[in-house]
């Protein structure tokens, strides 16, 4: 048995294929990703690899794979999200998997506990089989939840958006009962053209995903790249940290033609539907006032060109960052909504690469320092009026939902399989519960211990 980190929920078994870091590289860099997968993935496949780019992770499904193994990574990790979007059982951060296992074996992947047996018994196999069987029946009692309206124990109204990475995304959302997109990234969108898809190919993508949510919400986050996250045909400079480098927003500034384009695209787009723009990795108030100011000059471009847009698109923030999250209040005067961006909160508050299990243990958005920032951003949106959500894998995880809920946070954007949980989470709590719940947790030191306490504390 080897152990890792639960990513992706759910119960994969089947027959192991190898992919060794050179072999994907070299093969992956050179041709489709959706050809060389088709080439070595058979449906019922439990693929395991070095290392899994968001993109390689959702073209997975078209393959049917089973499940995945992967050696790098943790739960918060890029590829890791995409994982838990798609609902395929992966596990990360599994040291030695690529050697360990071999082609051929039988592999059982728990996505739920975070372990990988090898080779296993027919009687271990079978178990699996009957736990398989089990959570798809938990899957299909939370269905009910989809057509239901979001709200508290008390009637406390809430909404659940979903986070998504293409069209198929959204229409699982519409199945699953979202009520909007809190999240769409747009780093798919520039990796399956293999070069930077211009102005009308993005007016296309996006006008397609405002139209299908027909009037609801759709929040477009601008590309964010860099960290764990790049592009092949980019030649983004080599960092000794790229976490702290030129990444997101910082990266768009940089290359203003390049960000121009994809900001004209997405103002072109409101015309067809509800259409907000998000801003990743905001640090300083300095970089959202360059950001609007462009997208006033591309306004008035567009107005002159004689293109239709909406003169009202709201513009917001990504609070992901301890200098974001503590300047807020004055963030909150230069942008229409903010949505927290739990994962790499956690990760720079704590100093703690999201992507490397040996630190894990303080990836935790139950450390009292992430929790002081989360309620520092929620109580200064509502001071300056503005809307504000949670879009971190926190969002989707039952046992943090009060925590948000009790800090005033009434807008959840979740991978859209998520959606029905979070509703029937929520309606396990009031609105006093949730706040006094929280008021305890927030004098607590120690994550240990507000874990400890949070177990005495389940609703199901």
Excluded at 19 to 38: H, I, K, M, W, Y
Excluded at 39 to 60: D, I, R, S
Excluded at 236 to 252: K, Q
Aim: proline share 4%.
């Amino acid at each position: 048995m080897l152990t890792g980190s639960e990513t992706s929920k759910g119960i994969g078994i089947g027959v192991a294929k190898i992919l060794g870091l050179a072999e994907l590289s070299e093969n992956v860099s050179t041709g489709s990703v959706d050809e060389f997968f088709a080439a070595h993935l058979k449906p019922g496949t439990v693929l395991v690899a070095n290392h899994l780019t968001p993109y390689m992770v959702a073209k997975l499904t078209d393959c049917g794979v089973s499940g995945f193994v992967c050696e790098t990574g943790g739960m918060t990790s890029h590829s890791a999200l995409v994982a838990r979007s798609i609902g395929l059982p992966a596990v990360y951060g599994v040291p030695n998997a690529t050697s360990v296992i071999k082609d051929g074996d039988t592999v059982i992947v728990d996505g739920i506990n975070g372990f990988v047996y090898e080779r296993p018994e027919a009687g271990l196999i079978g178990e699996f089989a009957s736990r398989k069987e089990r959570y798809l029946e938990s899957r299909k009692e939370l269905e009910r939840f989809c057509s239901m309206k979001t709200v508290m124990a008390d009637s406390e109204s809430a909404q659940v958006f979903c986070n998504v990475n293409d069209i198929v995304d959204v229409m699982h959302s519409i199945d699953n009962g979202g009520e909007g997109i809190g999240l769409y990234r747009t780093e798919n969108l520039f990796a399956e053209f293999g070069r930077a898809p211009g102005e009308e190919e993005q007016v296309r993508a996006y006008s397609r995903i405002a139209q299908a949510m027909d009037g609801h919400e759709v929040v477009i986050r601008t590309l964010d790249i860099g960290g764990d996250k790049g592009l092949p045909y980019i030649d983004m400079e080599l960092e000794s940290n790229p976490f702290l480098g030129y990444r997101a927003v910082r990266y768009s500034l940089g290359n203003r033609e390049f960000f121009a384009t994809q900001l004209r695209a997405l103002l072109r787009a409101s015309a067809s539907g509800n259409i907000s723009i998000m801003i990743p990795m905001i640090t300083c108030v300095d970089e959202m006032r360059e950001v609007k100011a462009l997208i006033y000059e591309l306004k008035s471009d567009l107005r002159d060109e004689g293109y239709e847009y909406d003169d009202n698109i709201k513009v917001g923030a990504m609070i992901e960052t301890p200098s974001a999250a503590i300047i807020s209040d004055m963030l909150a005067l230069e942008s229409d909504f903010f949505s927290i961006g739990t994962n790499d909160l956690v990760q720079y508050t704590m100093s703690a690469d999201r992507g490397n299990r040996n630190v894990a243990y303080l990836q935790s958005l139950t450390q009292p320092a992430v929790l002081r920032l989360i309620k520092t951003t929620i109580d200064n949106a509502h001071g300056a009026g503005i809307p504000v959500s949670v879009c971190g894998e926190a969002a989707s995880d039952p046992s943090l939902i009060p925590i948000l809920a009790g800090m005033g946070c009434r807008r959840f954007s979740v991978n859209p399989r998520s959606v029905p949980e979070v509703r029937r989470t929520l309606s396990l709590w009031s609105v006093a519960d949730a706040e006094k719940y929280v008021s305890d947790i927030l004098k607590i030191p120690s994550d240990n211990e507000i874990k400890e306490y949070m177990r005495g504390a389940v609703r199901i």
